[in-house]
T-cell receptor, first 117, second 112 residues
Framework: GAVVSQHPSRVICKSGTSVKIECRSLDFQATTMFWYRQFPKQSLMLMATSNEGSKATYEQGVEKDKFLINHASLTLSTLTVTSAHPEDSSFYIC?????????????FGNGTRLTVT | GQQLNQSPQSMFIQEGEDVSMNCTSS?????WLWYKQDPGEGPVLLIA?????ELTSNGRLTAQFGITRKDSFLNISASIPSDVGIYFC????????????FGKGTHLIIQP
């Protein structure tokens, strides 16, 4: 079945530094990937839609200059949290669906736990 | 953005009992999905529903896509300890091209 790999699974960084999170579709191509954020005991909230070869689209309230998204190939999207602050500490999860299959459901990576100190 | 109302928020049940949870929305979705999330991991797809009225099973799990396209339910029969976790419903406007709108989750706790 469709597998989405996310790396790293955990990262701790100091305030003011930048962190890059990778999302890969391992056995399928995805022209579109999605990035979500989940705070403790809350649901997943869509942050942005990553589009291969073009600019990402961001949900209302999500700063595009802070959360940089690059989707350089059909199997890789990256999310960079720039100048991270403690309030950015969260669980970041990506998802993707197989572009070649109609109505292919979205599968999720295992998430990245970001802790900003 | 759109909101999904998922209930109940939590359930405390005995092993072997059946479980039912549902989601409702003020607007229609063209796809409904149900996921299970274990602590510290990403959601895992349980069932995907694509047609209004569709009833789909996956082992002990059964889910239905409401006729109005504004609701869905998930049933789990004869619960077992590994069913413990948080279950999320999610709606999608179009396959693949749109991100998901998630419900707030149902936390299932099974007492031995």
């Amino acid at each position: 079945g469709a597998v989405v790999s996310q790396h790293p699974s955990r990262v701790i960084c100091k305030s003011g530094t930048s962190v890059k999170i990778e999302c890969r579709s391992l056995d399928f191509q995805a022209t579109t990937m999605f990035w979500y954020r989940q705070f403790p005991k809350q649901s997943l909230m869509l942050m942005a839609t990553s589009n291969e070869g073009s600019k990402a689209t961001y949900e209302q309230g999500v700063e595009k200059d802070k959360f940089l998204i690059n989707h350089a190939s059909l199997t890789l999207s990256t999310l960079t949290v720039t100048s991270a602050h403690p309030e950015d500490s969260s669980f970041y999860i990506c998802s993707a669906a197989d572009t070649r299959k109609y109505n292919s459901p979205l599968h999720f990576g295992n998430g990245t736990r970001l802790t900003v100190t | 953005g759109q909101q999904l109302n998922q209930s109940p928020q939590s359930m405390f049940i005995q092993e072997g009992e059946d479980v039912s949870m549902n989601c409702t929305s003020s607007s229609i979705f063209n796809t409904w999905l149900w996921y299970k999330q274990d602590p510290g991991e990403g959601p895992v797809l349980l069932i995907a529903l694509y047609k209004a009225g569709e009833l789909t099973s996956n082992g002990r799990l059964t889910a239905q896509f409401g006729i109005t396209r504004k609701d869905s339910f998930l049933n789990i029969s004869a619960s077992i300890p590994s069913d413990v976790g948080i279950y999320f419903c999610a709606g999608q406007l179009s396959g693949g091209a749109d991100g998901l709108t998630f419900g707030k989750g149902t936390h299932l706790i099974i007492q031995p």
